[in-house]
């Protein structure tokens, strides 16, 4: 059965920093193009990164470029977003999720598979 678990939401204070994590069960994360997308209430899905499953190439969207990091560890199966610089309006729920037609996309509907989300609150 394929899943994707994320971890590592939580409440923090604009300034602080938090780790997502995205563990794969399942199926092996190499092979995909993993993304990271949020949503904050009210509002779409937004694509805020992605990491390529060849190359390991990086894309960011403009809101979270310089302050967040997407990296994987093949070995774990794991997808990380170390997100630094928080701002409250980076509060959402964080989803990941995997495309297995390997091209790089920050569009919701280009991945076929995604983890439940994990809340993130920046907030003093």
């Known amino acids: 059965q394929v899943q994707l678990v994320e971890s590592g939401g939580g409440l923090v204070q604009p300034g602080g920093s938090l780790r997502l994590s995205c563990t794969a069960s399942g199926f092996t994360l190499d092979y995909y193009v993993i993304g990271w997308f949020r949503q904050a209430p009210g509002k779409e899905h937004e694509g805020v990164s992605c990491?390529?499953?060849?190359?390991?190439?990086?894309y960011y969207a403009d809101s979270v470029e310089g302050r967040f990091t997407i990296s994987r560890d093949n070995a774990k199966n794991t997808v990380y977003l170390q997100m630094n610089s928080l701002k409250p309006e980076d509060t959402a729920v964080y989803y990941c999720?995997?495309?297995?037609?390997?091209?790089?996309?920050?569009?919701?509907?280009?991945?076929?598979?995604w983890g439940q989300g994990t809340q993130v609150t920046v907030s003093s």
């Open positions: 990491i390529s499953s060849s190359h390991g190439r990086t």
């Open positions: 999720a995997a495309d297995p037609r390997g091209t790089p996309s920050l569009v919701t509907y280009d991945y076929d598979y």
